[in-house]
């Protein structure tokens, strides 16, 4: 009858939504580490909040030989299994390419052309890729559109600007690459655009400024106090990296 007929395409409805959803958080499981390695010299911590079940941000931290570590942080245009989908992309993209390809211009210029010509026009990350010399503080990074993330120590900020458009924008894309040195006690924070839009009030970038500390837990705790649920409408990914070996190597920007 008509009332059976309603109630097993309801049945069927409800049961691919939860499979749908059941895959998104699998999916979503994959986007983070489940753990980070201990960094010696180094403190790392991160925070991820989706807006919905599943999310398009994605952070990892690789390590690579020459004692360095990768840090990746991405946020994909949109939002649910699309962008999700999307992530994963980049996450495989990463971690295959980096193993190989230790330039990061070559690393960004890759994942770039594979955006561009593999997924739809109106889809595009940005992302921030940075490699970690661990005795030397150094960094080397390229920024592809990516809000910039910030080297701190005691009040001195100094930030990590876009060095190339975001991926899958042009097909033949070119990324500078940067260089900066985390001093001794001195932080990175890279971070997506989900966290300033979500602080209240006129200047949310000098809220976040103002959060930064010399203590990793307790500026990550002043992070998250300032993301507001009536402003927050975007998934939001902190990653921090704090120096804590001595060293006589001083900030600089490059």
Not at 36 to 45: A, K, L, M, S
Not at 190 to 198: N, Q
């Amino acid at each position: 009858c008509i009332q059976n007929a309603t109630l097993a395409s309801e049945l069927i409805r409800k049961t691919a939504l939860e499979s749908e959803q059941f895959a998104a958080q699998k999916i979503q499981k994959t986007l983070q580490p489940t753990t980070i390695d201990e960094i010696p010299g180094y403190e790392v911590d991160a925070f991820y909040k989706p807006l919905r079940a599943v999310g398009g941000d994605y952070f990892d931290v690789v390590d690579l030989p020459g004692n360095r570590t990768l840090f990746v942080v991405a946020d994909v245009s949109g939002k649910g299994m699309a962008a999700a989908l999307l992530a994963a992309n980049i996450q495989a993209l990463v971690r295959s390419l980096s193993t190989i390809t230790p330039d990061l211009t070559a690393l960004a210029s890759q994942i770039n052309r594979h955006l561009f010509r593999y997924t739809p026009g109106n889809r595009f990350a940005t992302a921030a890729f940075i490699v970690l010399d661990r005795d030397s503080g150094e960094l080397v990074y390229v920024n592809a559109g990516h809000n910039p993330p910030i080297v701190w120590r005691a009040g001195q900020t100094n930030f990590l600007e876009a060095t190339g458009t975001a991926l899958g924008w042009f097909d033949d894309t070119t990324y500078d690459v940067g260089r900066m040195t985390i001093p001794p006690d001195g932080g990175l924070l890279i971070y997506t655009d989900g966290l300033p839009d979500s602080i209240p009030g006129n200047s949310p970038e000098d809220n976040l400024l103002r959060a930064l500390d010399t203590d990793l837990a307790r500026t990550m705790s002043n992070l998250k106090a300032l993301v507001d649920p009536r402003f927050n409408e975007d998934d939001v990914t902190v990653l921090l990296v704090k120096r804590t070996a001595a060293s006589g190597v001083r900030l600089t920007a490059g």
